[in-house]
């Protein structure tokens, strides 16, 4: 059973760029949820994708916006990177969704705004 | 606004001994509550959860008690082993939504 899966693992932007981060979900898994966690903090909910649809967003701008490919995997794009976007962006895969103990997380994408 | 709150950053134990560690929240439609581990370099790795419809959960070395009336969860660890040496985040979700709220961590260092 493959785990999940994120890349790149470090990324380095300027500000006003655009980056996406790239999530595969655990073997089987349909729902995924992305995270940021800035540093000294918890992560905070960006958004959850349940088949291929957004299902449920936290209080990101629309600057942050997501896919989900008919495989379940997903990506995070952000669109003129402000400084403050400098941190830690995980994505967890589950089941269904809801089931939090069914959440597993990736390693994270480390992301630096210059 | 932080609806989840871990006030102790940090927390030293020695090995065998018991580690308790807190988080409060203000938000009373919250009804589900987890604990998460964290290594560095790793994602968050599910450890405990809790009902509000319960006072304890129990898993092995790990219990979770939840005081819905003071809006408070601790979460013990008997006995401490060096392995538990990690950050500790509690996260809260109301019962019809899919977000979850997490405090800010709690370092957990546990001393041989």
């Known amino acids: 059973e493959t785990g999940v899966t994120q890349s790149p693992t470090h990324l380095i932007k300027t500000r006003g760029q655009q980056v996406t981060l790239r999530c595969s979900s655990q073997?089987?898994?349909?729902?995924v949820s992305w995270y940021q966690q800035a540093l000294g903090q918890g992560p905070q909910f960006i958004f959850q994708?349940?088949?291929?649809?957004?299902?449920g967003r936290g209080n990101f701008p629309p600057r942050f916006s997501g896919l989900q490919f008919p495989n379940y995997s997903s990506e995070l794009n952000v669109n003129a990177l402000e400084l403050d976007d400098s941190a830690l962006y995980l994505c967890a895969s589950s089941l269904e969704t809801g089931g939090a103990d069914t959440q597993y997380f990736g390693p994270g994408t480390r992301l630096t705004v210059l | 606004d932080q609806q989840v709150k871990q006030n102790s950053p940090s927390l030293s134990v020695q090995e065998g001994r018991i580690s308790i560690l807190n988080c409060d929240y203000t938000n009373s439609m919250f009804d589900y509550f987890l604990w998460y581990k964290k290594y560095p370099a790793e994602g968050p790795t599910f450890l405990i959860s809790i009902s509000s419809i319960k006072d304890k959960n129990e898993d092995g070395r790990f219990t979770v008690f939840l005081n819905k009336s003071a809006k408070h969860l601790s979460l013990h660890i008997v006995p401490s082993q060096p392995g538990d040496s990690a950050v500790y985040f509690c996260?809260?979700?109301?019962?019809?939504?899919?977000?979850?709220?997490f405090g800010t961590g709690t370092s957990l260092t546990v001393i041989p």
């Open positions: 996260a809260a979700r109301v019962h019809t939504g899919n977000q979850f709220y």
């Open positions: 994708y349940y088949r291929e649809e957004e299902n």
């Open positions: 073997s089987g898994h349909n729902t």
